[in-house]
């Protein structure tokens, strides 16, 4: 008997749909699972038979095959587990054989029946909307989640008993549990536990490099002494930062789905915010890791902003694993099992120290070895890739506080507007997105404005990278004072957020 089951795996952080097919036929007792499965996958056997003995559910003392396609697909996981123990009873005529029809299945079992729940619900079921299959059957936990993709008719699964009994139509469907708005989305911190800018005083070219960094979603650089308040700084930037938008915020909820331990109540509404240790490795900030390859600190920052504190501190491999991330926004990671694709979309903060000790200039107290050995670690090209780069000094004790937050996203909002109007038929977003290629009909400028920037490009002594960086931040605070046009007074205040930093 032949039996055809919906469901789907993980690719990176897509979901790939997967027909289950079991047959059970004769021949001397054995289970063979095929269709290039993995570790956990193979292991699945056990789990199934003891969940259907403890479910007091038949298993098939004969020859069972599973088959999982496409076979040319990895699969992962243990979320085909409850797939396989249903075309288990469908090929063994304990279910009607059309019981299934148009419905996907998703889900862990445990050795006594219970159906768990598994990462990366809202993907798999979004892969299988996609193919048609509007139906599913999720565990109870990822209930809420699974509801997040429109269109989507969500069946509850409990215990692998009652779900039999609800296929054959002995009992009800249970009601799904009602999503725990309180909790939201996992790595969403609440709108009060946001930090303030008010809490910051002085600091005045600073604060005004942070509101353009959100504004046009630039990468930023602040180096200084210990205590000048860059980290203090950096960290209030999720409060002006503007909301995701709704294709945005599926992007970013299809990510923390696959990698939070915590299913996702509700889709992410505010942009991610990333702040890995300065030990990461390579792996850690990049993705990857041996066998099935896993999304790094940069994908989980999609949309959002990766934080690096302590710059210097980070391992220069690590460093340089970010060149292409930050240039191209993906991160292609290629092993011998295949290849996977991460979206890298993320802006990047960083801070650091002028050198080890942290005081700098005159009154450094480093060699002049130490000093070189810690600049190498991050490398011209890194640099070259922050758009802004400020160099601090500490506050003066009778600087005050400057604008609140709610004032300051008041404003990015509004340039926000202006680039979601200007850049509405092209495939970017921001103005730190504008291709090189388009900057003549998305940045034009005028006579007066383009000799300043050539004039700029020449002091600063800047790359081809750094000019096009100078020109994006210039229509960014024009953005910000709502000019429709660059002026050369544009030009030379992005000039002058971009210091030569050590």
């Known amino acids: 008997m032949l039996a055809a089951i919906a469901s789907a795996t993980l690719h990176g952080v897509e979901g790939q749909p997967v027909d289950v097919e079991v047959h059970v036929g004769n021949g001397l007792p054995a289970y063979t699972i095929v269709g290039l499965p993995d570790t956990s996958v193979r292991?699945?056997?056990?789990?199934?038979?003891?969940?259907?003995?403890?479910?007091?559910?038949?298993?098939p003392l004969q020859r069972i095959t599973v088959n999982l396609a496409p076979g040319w697909v990895r699969k992962s996981g243990a979320g085909l587990e409850?797939?396989?123990?249903?075309?288990?009873?469908?090929?063994?005529?304990?279910?009607?054989?059309?019981a299934l029809d148009g419905i996907g299945v998703i889900g862990e079992l445990g050795l006594d029946g219970a159906v768990r729940p598994v990462p990366g619900v809202f993907p798999l079921v979004a892969a299988l909307a996609a193919t048609g299959v509007h139906t599913v059957i999720v565990p109870e936990a990822n209930a809420a989640e699974a509801g997040l993709v429109d269109g989507t008719n969500v069946r509850v699964a409990r215990h692998l008993r009652e779900l039999r009994r609800c296929l054959a139509g002995d009992e009800p469907w249970p009601d799904p549990?009602?999503?725990?708005?309180?909790?939201?989305?996992?790595?969403?911190?609440?709108?009060?536990?946001?930090?303030?800018?008010?809490?910051?005083?002085?600091?005045?070219?600073?604060?005004?490099?942070?509101?353009?960094?959100?504004?046009?979603?630039?990468?930023?650089?602040l180096c200084g002494p210990?205590?000048?308040?860059?980290?203090m700084l950096a960290r209030r930037l999720p409060s002006i930062l503007p909301p995701l938008d709704p294709d945005e915020a599926h992007e970013v909820t299809r990510i923390v789905s696959v990698t939070s331990a915590e299913p996702p109540q509700r889709l992410v509404t505010a942009r991610p915010f990333r702040a890995p240790h300065h030990t990461a490795s390579s792996a850690a900030l990049v993705g990857g890791g041996s066998g099935h390859p896993r999304p790094g600190e940069v994908t989980r920052a999609h949309r959002g902003c990766l934080f690096l504190?302590?710059?210097?501190?980070?391992?220069?491999?690590?460093?340089?694993?970010?060149?292409?991330?930050?240039?191209?926004?993906?991160?292609?990671i290629a092993r011998q099992g295949g290849a996977v694709t991460f979206p890298a979309s993320a802006q990047l903060v960083a801070c650091s120290n002028p050198c080890p000790c942290g005081r700098g200039g005159p009154a450094c107290q480093c060699s002049?070895?130490?000093r070189f050995s810690y600049r190498r670690r991050i490398s011209a090209p890194i640099l070259d890739r922050f758009d802004l780069r400020i160099a601090l000094e500490p506050p003066e004790p009778g600087d005050t506080a400057g604008e609140p937050s709610a004032r300051v996203r008041g404003r990015v909002l509004d340039a926000v507007g202006r680039q979601r109007a200007r850049y509405r038929d092209r495939s970017w977003r921001t103005n730190a997105e504008v291709p090189a290629g388009a900057m003549a009909s998305c940045l034009p400028l005028d006579r007066e404005a383009r000799g300043s920037w050539r004039a700029a490009v020449a002091r600063l002594r800047?790359?081809?990278?750094?000019?096009?960086?100078?020109?994006?931040?210039?229509?960014?605070?024009?953005?910000?004072?709502?000019?429709?046009?660059?002026?050369?007074?544009?030009?030379?205040?992005?000039?002058?957020l971009r210091d030569d930093v050590p």
Do not use: C, M, N, Y
């Not at 797939?83 to 054989?97: M, N, R």
């Not at 909790?183 to 942070?210: F, N």
């Open 43 to 59: 292991e699945s056997r056990e789990r199934v038979r003891a969940a259907l003995l403890s479910s007091e559910l038949p298993w």
């Open 462 to 496: 800047l790359t081809g990278r750094g000019a096009a960086a100078l020109r994006r931040v210039a229509r960014t605070l024009a953005d910000l004072d709502d000019a429709a046009e660059i002026s050369a007074a544009h030009i030379e205040a992005a000039a002058l």
């Open 309 to 332: 504190d302590e710059l210097g501190e980070f391992s220069r491999p690590a460093l340089e694993a970010l060149r292409q991330p930050l240039e191209q926004r993906v991160v292609d």
């Open 82 to 98: 409850v797939a396989v123990a249903l075309g288990l009873l469908v090929a063994g005529k304990a279910l009607p054989h059309d």
């Open 177 to 221: 549990p009602e999503p725990d708005e309180g909790r939201g989305a996992a790595d969403q911190p609440p709108d009060d536990e946001l930090l303030d800018l008010s809490d910051v005083r002085g600091l005045t070219r600073a604060r005004r490099a942070l509101e353009t960094a959100a504004a046009g979603g630039h990468h930023l650089f």
């Open 226 to 231: 210990p205590g000048a308040g860059k980290t």
């Open 368 to 370: 002049e070895r130490t």
